[in-house]
Structures are given as structure tokens and as C-alpha cells.
């Protein structure tokens, strides 16, 4: 008989073909392989990078998930106005020209917006592998920054904020390098003629652009940049000249840009209605208080921007959007923003009380933990664009745009994954979990217990520097707040939980093994505690 030479199926629990055995060990001699690659490559990282490195690959991959189930990113109507900005236009300065710029570039070289918020992603993720960095070198433990880091990424109110199509992101990004920033500075303070270290003049340029970043992102962030600048220059002896000369720069360029460059180049100034909202609703709540305070002259001013029923009915001490979007009231209170704005003056020297109060009342997203009213609760939670397009799908501006596809979420993993992360977003909007997951001001109070105690153990009041954003942006919003948005507190959001590993700090730092310290000698724990404030 003529022999068979193709082999019978093996039977079960036979032993297997040599064969098999062979393609067996040379797949396990490849995954031998890689592992030997990837050990020599992490072999090649400084062993000070290696935490930082892994710290910003494990924030990414999180990042890269809530990027993928919201692509191209999450949005609201003001998202759809930076699209109508730079694609049907005109551009107006009403938000972020720089940001608008950002938009333009993302849609304009990749076709979408994808890659506006990747960069958001891979932004946010160094800045925490670089606090990480900055952090150890004061002797707090990189473990726990780094599991601050990943878990911060990892709840869905702070995860999903980076993937947002908003200002507000790369606002808050800015505001939060300067933590680690200031970190890394302080660690090398005290050493030998450190004054002319290349690196502090590094680190202090750092920060200039910083501040630079947090004017050109919003609106009011010239006020937010001069109140931190004050207690930058107040605590941190030895380069209180140039600080106080880079933000003074920052803030002046600002000026410079918005008042003069950009109306040069055809953006159009943002419309009064806008600017002055805030002060409008001050004038609302206080007629709805106090009527008797306004002279009949005045009365007939207010009159003709909406009667005043609507101005009482309208006010709300918490927001200004019902008093600002009145029927007919924009248009109106532009043509006579001017008087308007004289009266609230007025109205602030005869009773300032009422102002005053209305401010700190609409300022409570910045200092309220638990919201007493339903009014006062957090605001800005959204997981997708409405069919309607915010109320603009049947505009010129929206129907016929190039870029219609991109004013909504096209879900990279499926819709399974989406449903999954909305499922999650959601859930971390349970109003009992409001006071930690979504208000800044819970963490502000963090990020000073954090940094205070800090200060008082190394007895180095220089670290003071490090809450001083947080003291800015919480003054500003205090000061002149339209609605209780939490994104206007997004920035404390992001830099208390990573002032928790504080606590952990060793009471006086051990000497780093960093590789800028290699080339030179490596300080004793008592020179890197930093100089006092003289």
C-alpha cells in the first residue's frame, strides 16, 4: 500500500508534533526578544527619567481612551463659535484668538479636530509626568505624585475636561505647569551663586511664557496673572525683578495684542453686551433688592435697554445669562453699554453693598463647597452635541459649513465604548459627589492646607508660590463670574489633587539623584531646602 503522507489529526491529550514544539519556542524566543529590546531601551533612560516616562505613558494610554470614545472631542455652543470663527468667520475676540489660531491649524492641516485635542492630551500628560519630576526634587515621594497623576486622568470629571474642544484647557494646562515649575525652582534655590544658574533663568522663562499662556487664553487671565504675580514677588527673594518684569511683559503684550494687533489684522472686537454682562446683572439683582436705590432717570435708562418688570424677573445673583439674553437686550445694552456702565458705577459708590453682594454671590463656584441653592450647583456638564446643534443647526454658518461633520462626537472605538464612557462621565455627575469631583473651590482649600503645611515643616515660605495660581484664579472669579461654570475652576481642579503627595514630603529633602546634579556637586539636604525669604 502506497504510504499516507499527510499526518492524521492528533487526538485529544496527544503529544504534540515536534513541529508544534518548534513553533512554540521560536515564538517564545521572539517574546524573549522584544523583552530584551524593551529592557535595553529603558536601560538607555536616566534612572531619575524613569518614573516621569512611565508616569507620562500611563496618564496617555488613560487620555487616549477618553479622547477615542469622544472623538474628535467634547464640545458646547462655544465650541461651535471657535469652528464658525475660523471657518465662515469673521474672528472676533470674544474668546481666544490664539485658541481660534489652534482650531484653524487642526482643521485646516489634519481635516479635523482630532488633533487639537491629541495635542490637549499629550500636553496635560507631560505636564504630570514633569510635576512628578519637579516634585521629587523636594523630596516628595515620586510613587505617590505619580498615582495622584494616573488616578486625576483616570476619574472621568477631570479625564474628559482634557478632551474638551475649549480655551479653558490649554488655559488650565498653563496655569498648572506653573506648580511644577515653581517646584523645580525652589529645589534649586540656595545653591552657590544660583542666582545665575542656567537653569533657574530656564525655569524663570518657563514661567514667563506660562503667564503669557493663561493672558492669551482668556479673557480676564491678565487679572488672574497680576494677582499671582504679586505673591510670586512677595515670597520668592532673588528674582523678584524679573518676575515681576516677565509678568508685567506678559500682561502688557496682551494689551498690546488685543487693542491694537488683532483689530489691525480684521478680528473684530468682542461685543459690549459680552463684557460688560456681569455688571448688567449686578444692576438687575440690585433693582429686584432695592428699587428705592435708583433715581427715576436712572429707571428710564434701564428702561430702554428692557422694561423693568423684565429686569426684576430676570435677576439672578448666581448667573447673568438671564438678564444678558432678555429679547432684544443684547443689541440694546450694546448701543448704550457706555451709560450703562456709568450707572453701575454710580450705583457702587451709593450702595455697594448690593454690587458686593451680587458678586460674591454669582463668585461662588470660586469659594462655595456645598451649593446651598439649586442655583448655586455647578453648571457645564456635557456629553454630546445636540441634534440641534446648540439651537444653530438651521443657520447658514452651521448648514453649509465644511466642517459640519466635526460639530459632533464620531466615536473612534464604537459606540459600545461611548455609551461606556458617557456612562461614567455620568455618573461622576451624582450632585453628593459634586464637592469633590467638580468644584474648584474644594480643591483650592486643598491646594493651601497642602502647601501651607508644606511650608511649615520645611520652614521655607518660598513653596507659598506654589498655590499662588490658585490664589489668582479664585480671586478673579470672585471678582466677576457670569455663571457658575465649572470650568472656570477647572485649573484648581487639576492642581490640588497633585498638591495631596505633599503631605507625604519627607520633612527635609535627601539629596536627588538627578542628572543635572551629576556634572556638579550634589547638594546636602540643607542647601536644597532653599533659601529663606531674607
Known sequence: MPI?????????GAVPAPQARTDRSADLKEVGQIRRHVAGLVAKVPQPGRLPLATYLACQVILLFWWAA??????????????EHVTTGPWVDDNSVLYDSMVWLSLHVTGDLGALTLGQTAAMAAALAYTVFAFRRLGVPGRWTAIAAVILVAVPSTGTFVVFIWKDIPFSICAYLMVP??????????????????????????LGLEMFGVCLFRQDGFMIVGIAAVVLVLVLAGIRIRLAALAAAAIGITFVLNLFVFPAVGIQRPPNSLLFGPANADLAVAYADSPGTFTPAELKLMARVAPLAEWKSSANCYTSNPTT???GFPAKSQQLAGPLFRLWLQILKRAPQLIISARICRGSIAWLVFPGTTSAETGDYLSGVPPDIYGTADTPQVRNNPYRADMATRPLLGTF???????LREASETPQLSWILWRGATWSYVAYLAVVAFALRRKNWALISMAAIVLGQQLMVLADNPIQAFRYMAAPLLIGPMLVPLFCARNRPSPPACADDQAGTNPDAATLNGARIA
Request: aromatic share 12%; no cysteine; net charge positive.
Open 325 to 327: 439674553f432678555l429679547p
Open 417 to 423: 465604548v461611548y455609551h461606556g464612557a458617557v456612562i
Open 70 to 83: 469622544f472623538y474628535p472631542g467634547l464640545m458646547n455652543r462655544d465650541s461651535i463659535i471657535y469652528i
Open 181 to 206: 515649575t515653581l517646584a523645580h525652582l525652589i529645589a534649586l534655590r540656595g545653591r552657590p551663586d544660583w542666582r545665575r544658574d542656567r537653569r533657574v533663568s530656564r525655569l524663570v522663562w518657563a
Open 4 to 12: 499516507n503522507e499527510t499526518a492524521p489529526p492528533a487526538r485529544s
